[in-house]
């Protein structure tokens, strides 16, 4: 049985193990930078040829590959890429592919830093952007209507989980042109797969739930064989590479995603109904509830659950949402997101500070809204801080 025969739980586990001559169990960590040759022959035709021998960290490292190799086949990608951050995959899958000219599509309602290279580092690299609403297909279709080289996307997307409708925009900008890259760190690889649903590119913060406990950052790029052509020249040479330790860490946190997201599932669905009507609550978003007004388009693309991830808005605006938090005891005021630890946060103040207030409203954050981040604690455990700070 090969690797590419494994079921989903196998793969994660086992694949792309390197094993070495000391039969480890447990992936071992590469910590070097270089690699040595026996002669300066050997040197040289390293250097000369395809690229399968190590020569530098910076290229290529066992453990970095093994986590590389095993993201692949999980994804269902010709390649992957590990990068030190999810935002350097997000950079890097972008800046590979456009250049002065070319044109960028995108919802407005983004991760900050994504809205940021979008607009204001590409921007001065002379790409032009067009934001649009990413729930409104009347919207796409219009900025698709002319070449475009890019599409970005984030579904469910960052923080009030609007859904955007993958296999409908995926149409729409190849018929423009255009590469759809995902930013699926939401719907995480387990519940959501948009290769399968048109997309070109994959990218993840790997700190999100691929560790899923908190540890390290890293990021990948999940892609074709073509487009990895693109990727690999400007990895190599603008060098945010993942450590090897930090590879180390996110391949022992594969072993554990489904079971992990599958418990962040169940915990967010219970936390999610059950805060729904509560009195100091207003507007509750939550893919997986039947109030969201793209639920039967979440449950279309996305598989085994919609995310641990809730929004809603806590009733006195900032003063009512800062008290609630400060009132919270087993939940952690942090801007993270996926870990085995339930994290809250007030996007107005935090992720979305450098939004102007136009912008903040046009993607639906009031002075009220707060993200929650659902953990693997005990949901009741989780409900009774949550109902005991709202008061
Ligand atoms: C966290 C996050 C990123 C950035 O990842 P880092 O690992 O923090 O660099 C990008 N996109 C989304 C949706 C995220 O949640």
Redesign the pocket.
């Known amino acids: 049985m090969s690797e590419q025969d494994w079921a989903n739980e196998t793969l994660l586990i086992h694949a792309g193990r390197l094993r070495s001559q000391f039969d480890e169990t447990s992936e071992a960590i590469w910590m070097t930078s270089g690699y040595v040759y026996k002669t300066a022959e050997e040197a040289e035709s390293a250097f000369k040829n395809d690229g399968s021998r190590f020569v530098y960290s910076r290229y290529r490292n066992p453990t970095v590959d093994m986590f590389e190799r095993r993201m692949a086949l999980y994804e269902g990608a010709e390649r992957a890429f590990a990068t ?7 950079y890097a899958a972008l800046a590979a592919g456009l250049k002065a000219g070319d044109r960028i599509v995108a919802p407005h309602a ?2 900050g ?2 809205l940021y290279i979008i607009n204001d580092i590409l921007g001065r690299f002379g790409v032009q952007a067009t934001l649009v609403d990413g729930t409104d297909l009347a919207q796409w279709r219009e900025a698709l209507s002319r070449p475009a080289n890019i599409v970005f996307l ?1 579904s469910p ?2 923080p009030m989980l609007d859904i955007v409708d993958i296999r409908e925009v995926a149409k729409l900008a190849h018929a423009a042109g255009a590469l759809v890259v995902v ?1 699926n ?2 719907a995480t690889p387990v519940l959501q797969k948009p290769l399968q649903l048109g997309a070109d590119v994959v ?6 739930h691929i560790d899923g406990q908190g540890r390290c ?3 990948v790029i999940l892609c074709s064989n073509a487009y990895g052509e693109k990727v690999a020249p400007f990895l190599r040479h603008t060098g945010p590479s993942l450590s090897p330790f930090n590879a180390w860490v996110l391949l022992k946190g594969l072993e554990t995603l489904e079971l992990r997201v599958a418990r962040h599932v169940e915990n967010a669905a219970k936390l999610a109904a059950a805060l729904e009507h509560h009195p100091k609550i207003e507007r509750l978003s939550y893919p997986g509830l039947k109030s969201h007004p793209q639920h039967a388009l979440a449950a279309a693309q996305m598989k085994g659950g919609f995310g641990n991830l809730i929004a809603f808005n806590i009733k006195g605006g900032k003063d009512g949402a800062f008290a609630a938090l400060n009132r919270l005891q087993l939940i952690a005021i942090s801007n ?3 870990d085995a630890k339930s994290l809250i946060t007030h996007p107005a103040t935090t992720t979305h500070q450098r939004l102007t207030d136009a912008e903040r409203a046009r993607v639906g954050i009031t002075d009220g809204t707060v993200r929650l981040s659902v953990g693997l604690e005990n949901a009741d455990d989780l409900l009774k801080d949550l109902t005991n700070a709202l008061g």
């Not at 030190?84 to 997000?90: E, F, I, L, Q, T």
């Open positions: 030190s951050s999810g935002m350097a995959a997000v983004l991760f830093s994504c984030e997307a960052n930013d760190v939401f990218v993840y913060s790997a700190t999100k950052l890293g990021g993270n997101l996926g």
